[in-house]
């Protein structure tokens, strides 16, 4: 058997993520995709469009000045168009630097990316890592 559709766009994402192929993973997305990122910093919040979605994730290798590495460590789907990843991520910034575990719930419609609820390890420590919102 392989490996459930809803996963392997998942997979898609991590690696046009990793790439730093924000072009191929607006593809995944649908126009009004949603990230839902827990906590109180600058990359904190419900970021609505696809645009916005990209230009977050844009941020983040700003700030990190391209350090941010994503490692997948596994991805789970329930074949009624849910995934859930696990994650661990390492990256840097100014003096900080910082490895948590991750994970992202998707909402996938239609074969692409709707919605992206962020789950952290330790939100504290991100937002003291990521900076005030």
């Given at each position: 058997m ?11 994402g ?5 790439k ?5 993973l607006g593809?995944?997305?649908t126009?009004d995709?949603?990230?839902h990122?827990?906590g109180?910093?600058q990359v904190?919040?419900?970021f ?6 990209l230009?977050?994730?844009?941020r ?10 994503v490692?997948?460590?596994?991805v789970?789907?329930?074949?009624r168009g849910?995934?859930?990843s ?8 100014g003096?900080?630097?910082i ?7 998707f ?5 692409k ?6 789950c952290?390890?330790d939100?504290?420590?991100e937002?003291?890592?990521?900076g005030?919102?």
């Amino acid at each position: 058997m392989g490996e459930h559709p809803d996963s392997a766009l998942v997979r898609r994402g991590y690696e046009a993520f990793s790439k730093g192929d924000m072009d191929t993973l607006g593809t995944l997305m649908t126009t009004d995709c949603v990230h839902h990122s827990p906590g109180s910093s600058q990359v904190s919040g419900h970021f609505k469009g696809r645009d916005n979605v990209l230009d977050m994730y844009r941020r983040m290798g700003e700030l990190t000045e391209g350090t941010m590495r994503v490692k997948l460590e596994t991805v789970l789907a329930d074949g009624r168009g849910h995934a859930m990843s696990v994650h661990k991520f390492y990256a840097e910034r100014g003096d900080r630097g910082i490895e948590m575990k991750g994970g992202l719930f998707f909402t996938i419609v239609g074969g692409k990316i709707s919605d992206i609820d962020e789950c952290s390890e330790d939100i504290d420590e991100e937002d003291a890592f990521w900076g005030a919102g």
